[in-house]
């Protein structure tokens, strides 16, 4: 009887707060997420495949279906060729570097000495300056008659007085000195990373291979890089993509010269579709990239995945 | 029989480890070992000083621990308890002072010159390399390769049950089996000294008792020296030979369990070891000091015992089961101090609150301490 009187009484149930409703507000939190995406990488994406399958131009950007013709002449033209070697040369040279100068600047800056503040500092730097302003500084370091580098080769007798190297102007002296400048700019960031993973470590694991007999390059080899590989590779992913998709360096440094020896794929495609109004095979070949890309992600994601074990 | 820290006949070429059959027999006692033992010390600590920005953690505190023994470093948090283990691992170096081991100035030496082992809090164990590997990595630093590697790996493994163990990483370990590990791996090398710093305080209370047990018995059977650091006094009073007690960088006393306990070299020794701690009574002239469990009624002590009165004044009992315990203050003619009573629950006799209970203490029992300076006054 009782439980039948109940039925009847309607408790008046209060409707929460939307900001308090955690479906709502998990739509409302990842809205500018999808939004910042879908906008300004999913739409520019599939632009991109749109403007690949068309003979569009900078002057007529009108839909007209060509299929893989922009793929096929790509494909065929040696430029292409050369940018993507040099794309893979310049990606893993200055990557190889960047990781091994990062680790080695990290485990510098890892122990606590005086002034280690201001180093840590300036070593992010070049991190933190805009690219072009950064690669404008080197232009001037390159400069063919008053080129710092110069003097002090000079003056350490490392070339004689009558040489005269042009660092931007000598097809592997101008590769050399982008991989130098691209290098400058990503170490702080593979250190500032490698520096994260680093502290991560407990101390006692340290003091642990200390007293197990552990030297410098048992400690190294054996702890340290095994324990930091998954964050070593994150670094190594960030620097590849930014590197492989990056043009700011050598456009302003080089512009591809000389004779395209430091053409890249990202430069190649910016020269042909903006600046030569070629849409299409701006497009197209921008495109290479992509498969590079995803394999890289997925490779280092993958590894990374499998290596974390702490 | 062997003494614990020798070497059993053929050890050269054997680990000093005993396979669980031969642990079996009757292992020798610390206590029965000390008298022919090496009388010199295998660690010494001689005026350790080490400050950080101008604190002192550990201040010349010297301190020898003998051949085989276990010695337990027992002080509150921020004694310089971990600090100490550490110089005399070399983690740390001293602002002043020496260690030695076996006679000979090792202070400038780094950890792997010193064949120490020591077992962290954490067990420290190498998260990315197996169970085997851990256990191989300072046999490998030490140039032990190949099939000798491989059976001092496994011998050791086998005498402390992680064969089915081997082959898997930390991670798929229990609370338990990695200090097992971490202790396999600190003494497959054989160290002159092993260094436990609070190896048992990552285990829950159920499991910390009965590593305790192995602890103590592990230790027993390789015979290595010992330092066990602590801010347990009842793990220290269960595994040590002898402790060591440090307050604030400060070496109180070192004795047994059973000196420290009955015989407490000031006042700090003497609050901090016992639960609860001894009772400080204000008298003319001196400090009197008096465990809770000493205070009993006229019945428990003999009629020619020298024994002294000491009234006291109940104000609350706890039931805790085994024991009741009755917190008070002492009545006259003695000053009102507060003081606690613990009787087992095999006293009978009636402990109410409110009432004046005339209880009495063995003059042996009572302890005397310098007011000023809080040392033991005779």
Avoid: C
């Avoid at chain 1, 507000?25 to 990842?30: D, K, T, V, W, Y």
């Avoid at chain 2, 062997?2 to 050890?11: E, K, L, M, R, Y």
């Avoid at chain 2, 600190?186 to 002159?192: H, S």
């Avoid at chain 2, 159920?206 to 230790?219: D, H, I, N, S, V």
């Amino acid at each position: 009887m009782d439980a039948i009187a109940l039925d009847r009484v309607r408790p008046r149930r209060a409707a929460p707060r939307w900001r308090d409703d955690p479906q709502a507000l998990a739509r409302a939190l990842l809205a500018p997420a999808i939004l910042y995406i879908g906008l300004l990488v999913g739409f520019p994406f599939l632009l991109a495949l749109y403007y690949s399958v068309s003979d569009a131009t900078v002057g007529a950007r009108v839909f007209h279906f060509v299929g893989l013709e922009n793929f096929r002449s790509a494909i065929e033209n040696p430029t292409f060729w050369q940018a993507l070697r040099n794309s893979i040369v310049f990606t893993v040279v200055s990557q190889a570097l960047v990781v091994v100068l990062g680790k080695a600047a990290a485990m510098a800056l890892y122990r606590p000495f005086r002034g280690r503040a201001l180093v840590r500092f300036l070593i992010l730097l070049p991190w933190v300056a805009p690219i072009s302003l950064g690669a404008i500084g080197w232009l001037w370091i390159f400069d063919p008659v008053y080129s710092i580098l110069d003097w002090v080769a000079r003056a350490l007798h490392l070339i004689g007085p009558d040489a005269w190297p042009i660092w931007l102007g000598q097809p592997h002296l101008a590769m050399a000195s982008v991989i130098l400048v691209n290098v400058w700019r990503l170490a702080p960031l593979a250190t500032v990373i490698i520096l994260a993973g680093m502290s991560a470590i407990p101390q006692d694991i340290h003091d642990a291979a200390a007293i197990d007999g552990a030297g410098f390059w048992r400690h190294l080899i054996r702890i340290n890089l095994p324990l930091l590989m998954p964050v070593m590779l994150v670094a190594l992913l960030f620097g590849v993509v930014f590197t492989f998709t990056d043009m700011i360096v050598i456009f302003v440094l080089t512009r591809g010269g000389p004779y395209d020896t430091t053409q890249v794929l990202a430069s190649l495609a910016f020269f042909t579709g903006v600046q030569g109004g070629d849409l299409a095979g701006g497009a197209a070949i921008a495109l290479f990239l992509f498969p590079v890309l995803a394999a890289v992600a997925i490779g280092a994601l993958t590894l990374a995945r499998r290596a974390e074990v702490v | 029989m062997i003494a614990p820290g020798q070497a059993p006949p053929g050890a050269a070429e054997r680990p000093r480890i005993v396979p669980r059959a031969e642990a079996s027999a009757p292992a020798p006692r610390r206590g029965d070992a000390r008298a022919d033992a090496d009388p010199a010390a295998k660690i010494e600590a001689r005026a350790l000083s080490k400050g950080f920005a101008e604190v002192s953690a550990v201040a010349a505190v010297s301190l020898a621990v003998r051949n085989g023994e276990f010695l337990v470093l027992l002080g509150p948090s921020g004694s310089g308890k971990s600090t100490l283990l550490r110089m005399i691992a070399g983690l740390e170096t001293p602002s002043s002072g020496d260690v030695l081991i076996d006679g000979a100035v090792v202070t400038d030496l780094a950890p792997r010159s010193r064949n120490v082992a020591m077992v962290f809090q954490s067990y420290a164990l190498y998260p990315h390399l197996t169970v085997f590997e851990n256990i191989a990595f300072p046999l490998r630093a030490r140039g032990v390769r190949g099939r000798a590697l491989e059976r001092r790996v496994l011998d050791a493994s086998a005498a402390f049950g992680l064969e089915p163990l081997l082959r898997r990483k930390p991670r798929q370990l229990s609370g338990g089996e990695r200090q097992r590990v971490a202790l396999v791996r600190a003494i497959v090398r054989e160290p002159t000294v092993l260094l436990l710093d609070e190896p048992l305080s990552n285990l829950d209370a159920q499991l910390r008792a009965t590593a305790r047990e192995e602890l103590r018995e592990f230790q027993r059977r390789v015979g290595t020296t010992a330092i066990y650091v602590t801010h347990d006094q009842v793990e220290a009073m269960a595994l040590g030979d002898r402790i060591a007690v440090l307050d604030r960088g400060a070496l109180r006393q070192v004795g047994s369990p059973h000196e420290i306990y009955e015989d407490p070299a000031d006042t700090f020794v003497a609050t901090f070891i016992g639960s609860p701690p001894m009772n400080l009574v204000r008298t003319a002239g001196a400090l009197l000091g008096v465990r809770p469990e000493h205070l009993l009624p006229r019945t428990h002590f003999a009629a020619a015992e020298p024994i002294t009165a000491l009234p006291v004044r109940v104000g609350r009992v706890e039931y805790l089961g085994a024991d009741r315990l009755a917190y008070g203050t002492l009545d006259d003619p003695w000053p009102h101090d507060p003081v606690v009573v613990r009787w087992p629950s095999t006293i009978a006799a009636a402990l109410r609150a409110g009432e004046r209970q005339q209880l009495f203490a063995r003059d042996t029992d009572l302890k005397r301490f310098d007011p000023g300076t809080g040392r033991r006054a005779q």
